[in-house]
């Protein structure tokens, strides 16, 4: 009886964390002297991701489930998520296995509304149902600020290539540029879901740093003479505009770009709930009830992804820096293009609203409006930066479509 309890002692010691922790075998990534120091790494950075949502609100309702996700991961023994069952281990043609998969973790279940492109959708269900597109109805120009904020998209996609990263990862890769983190999800998983972990951080973290990042940009493009400029007020726009906005776009879009369909579509499904009159129930439960749990599933389950095998790779490092690359080069093309509006029309634009053509709404708008208020505290630019910033919205994902269509193509 004695050995017998000795024995179940040994065996619950050896089933535990820590001994996973301090038992690494050669194989295990960055493990030395018996020590997984890559799972380590990983908790660390865990731990620094839920203190900057939380204590520097870097945008919290994503990075703190992301981060925590990330932590439960890396638990040693947990087995709530296994990256192989849907990236497999190289070989060329890897089909998932779902009865394996729902034979795993929680993650692992929760994980397919990620890989089958569901969570990405719904999310920008609920956005087009809190956007308002009327600004951008009312000046249809911002279009073309939206579309020359795309710039860094394919900049950083050419950057990756020239870095050695194959077709597929580039193009995932440059979508960052965008600023839209569903966006850039949906690529990612679709093209390169390897790298998911590294391009979803990167891309949640810029869009939380946008107010950092931003700034000295429009500075430095930009001359007091022209954040100055006051633009006039936009024409009022009638219920039928913005009832035939979202059927347009759709209609459009679809016909040029069908990739971009899921996304596109679902954002203008969700304007029409919001725009109709008819359907209020269902606009108020998608901006508020379904965005916030397919929310909390996107961001556990993508943070799940970021094990040692995956994150810990110098390829991360060039993601981050080409991330952060493409949406200061994505800011400048906006800005530009805004300089451009500015005097073909007389110095009727202020150029400061080219940069909210990013994707990140609103807060790329209220940074616009921001600094035009600090070279005039009368300036008001808010709904003019609107106007790009929806329109950068529908730019990402039509050039998250491009990227997927050209994949179908090329590879």
């Known amino acids: 009886m004695q050995n017998l309890l000795i024995d179940g002692i040994k065996s619950f010691i050896q089933s535990t964390g820590l001994a996973k922790l301090f038992a690494a075998t050669s194989g295990t990534p960055l493990a030395f002297a018996g020590v997984d120091f890559g799972t380590i790494i990983m908790l660390a950075i865990a731990c620094v991701l839920i203190y900057l949502a939380i204590g520097k609100e870097f945008e919290p309702l994503l990075l703190l489930p992301i981060s925590f996700g990330m932590l439960l991961a890396n638990l040693p023994m947990a087995e709530i998520m296994h990256n192989v069952f849907f990236v497999g281990t190289g070989e060329e043609h890897f089909v998932m296995d779902y009865g394996q998969i729902l034979g795993g973790g929680i993650f692992d279940i929760l994980y397919l509304g990620v890989k089958l492109g569901i969570y990405p959708s719904l999310i920008f269900l609920g956005i087009g149902a809190m956007t308002d597109f009327s600004p951008l109805i009312a000046n249809p120009k911002s279009l073309l600020l939206g579309a020359a904020a795309q710039f860094g998209v394919f900049a950083a996609f050419f950057g990756a290539l020239l870095l050695g990263f194959d077709l597929l990862s580039a193009m995932s890769i440059g979508i960052i540029g965008g600023a839209d983190g569903p966006t850039a999800i949906l690529v990612t998983k679709t093209l390169a879901p390897k790298l998911l972990p590294a391009i979803a951080i990167a891309a949640y973290s810029y869009m939380a740093l946008i107010p950092i990042i931003q700034p000295p940009i429009m500075r430095a493009l930009t001359t007091e003479k022209e954040r100055s400029v006051k633009m006039e007020q936009l024409r009022p726009v009638s219920r039928l505009e913005r009832l035939l906005f979202p059927i347009i776009v759709t209609v459009v879009v679809g016909l040029i770009v069908p990739d971009a369909v899921p996304l596109v579509g679902c954002l203008m499904l969700g304007n029409l709930f919001k725009e109709s009159g008819v359907t209020e129930r269902l606009s108020k439960t998608v901006q508020n009830e379904l965005i916030n749990i397919v929310t909390i599933f996107l961001g556990v389950t993508v943070g799940a992804t970021a094990s040692a095998d995956t994150f810990l790779q110098k390829e991360t490092l060039f993601i981050i820096v080409l991330g952060l690359t493409a949406f200061c080069l994505s800011t400048a093309g906006g800005l530009l293009f805004g300089k451009l ?71």
């Open 341 to 411: 509006m500015y005097y073909v029309t007389g110095g009727k634009v202020n150029p400061l609203i080219g940069s909210a053509g990013v994707s990140a709404v609103p807060m790329a708008a209220r940074v616009a409006q921001n600094e035009g208020r600090k070279t005039d505290p009368t300036n008001f630019l808010l709904m003019h930066a609107m106007g790009p910033n929806v329109a950068g919205v529908i730019g990402s994902a039509v050039a998250a479509g491009v990227f997927l269509a050209m994949a179908k193509v090329l590879v």
